[in-house]
C-alpha cells in the first residue's frame, strides 16, 4: 500500500485566498483524521470522519475552516479565505479502527499564507 | 479530560550510549499510550503501544518502553542509540473507557551526536 497520500506537499497562497487540502487514506481504513501541526500549539486533531461522516469537528478553529469526505478514498479541507495564522503543516492520518489506537499518517502539507 | 506531558523539549544523547524519551500522562480509568516518531519533512509513524500486559513493551527500530502505572509514565527507551534516531518523537494517550481519540504529547526533539 501507498500509504496515506496528501496533496499538494507545499503551498504558498496569499492572505484572503482559498486553500484546499487533499488526502486519499490507506484503502480499507474507516477513519480519516485532520491535523494541524504548529510550533506553538503541537499537534491539534482538527476533525474525524467515519466511513465518510464527519464524528467530531470541535477542533476546527473557525468558520473559515471546512472539511468533506464524499468517499472512502478522498477527503479535503478548505480554509476561506486564508488568513496568516494559518500558516502550519496539516496532516491527515487513517486508521482500520479506533480502538486499537494507531494512526498512520501522511506526508503532511506545508501551508504558507503571506 | 486526558493530557500528555513531555517535559523535555530536547533530548541529546552520544551514539552508543542508552537513550530516554520522557512522557507522564493523566487521564481517567486505565490507559492506552503510544510513542510516534518524526523525521523530518515526514508524517509521524507509529513506533509501540502499550494496552495491557507486560509493562514492557517492544516496538520498531529497536525501541521499547516501560509503562509504570504508579508514576504515571511511559518513558520511550533504547539501548544504543544511533545517529539516524535522531527525530521528533511524540508521546500519545487515550483512556480505555472513554474518548477514543488519542492526545499527544508536545514533542521530544532527540539529538544523538557522533
Known amino acids: 500500500d501507498a500509504g496515506v497520500i496528501q496533496s499538494p506537499r507545499h503551498e504558498v497562497t496569499e492572505m484572503g485566498q482559498e486553500v484546499t487540502l487533499r488526502c486519499k487514506p490507506i484503502?480499507?481504513?474507516?477513519?480519516l483524521f485532520w491535523y494541524r501541526q504548529t510550533m506553538m500549539r503541537g499537534l491539534e486533531l482538527l476533525i474525524y470522519?467515519?466511513?465518510?461522516?464527519?464524528?467530531?469537528d470541535s477542533g476546527m478553529p473557525e468558520d473559515r475552516f471546512s472539511a468533506k469526505m464524499p468517499n472512502a478514498s478522498f477527503s479535503t479541507l478548505k480554509i476561506q479565505p486564508s488568513e496568516p495564522r494559518d500558516s502550519a503543516v496539516y496532516f491527515c492520518?487513517?486508521?482500520?479502527?479506533?480502538?486499537?489506537?494507531?494512526?498512520?499518517f501522511g506526508p503532511g502539507t506545508r501551508l504558507t499564507v503571506t | 479530560a486526558q493530557s500528555v506531558a513531555q517535559p523535555e523539549d530536547q533530548v541529546n544523547v552520544a551514539e552508543g550510549n542508552p537513550l530516554t524519551v520522557k512522557c507522564t500522562y493523566s487521564?481517567?480509568?486505565?490507559?492506552?499510550l503510544f510513542w510516534y516518531v518524526q523525521y523530518p519533512n515526514r508524517g509521524l509513524q507509529f513506533l509501540l503501544k502499550?494496552?495491557?500486559?507486560?509493562?514492557l513493551v517492544k516496538g520498531s527500530y529497536g525501541f521499547e518502553a516501560e509503562f509504570n502505572k504508579s508514576q504515571t509514565s511511559f518513558h520511550l527507551k533504547k539501548p544504543s542509540a544511533l545517529v539516524s534516531d535522531s527525530a521528533l518523537y511524540f508521546c500519545?494517550?487515550?483512556?480505555?473507557?472513554?474518548?477514543?481519540?488519542?492526545?499527544f504529547g508536545r514533542g521530544t526533539s532527540l539529538i544523538v551526536h557522533p
Open positions: 492520518a487513517s486508521s482500520f479502527t479506533l480502538t486499537s489506537g494507531e494512526q498512520y
Open positions: 484503502s480499507g481504513h474507516d477513519y
Open positions: 470522519f467515519n466511513n465518510n461522516v464527519p464524528i467530531d
Open positions: 487521564v481517567s480509568g486505565n490507559p492506552y
Open positions: 502499550y494496552i495491557t500486559g507486560d509493562n
Open positions: 500519545a494517550v487515550r483512556s480505555k473507557g472513554g474518548s477514543y481519540i488519542p492526545t
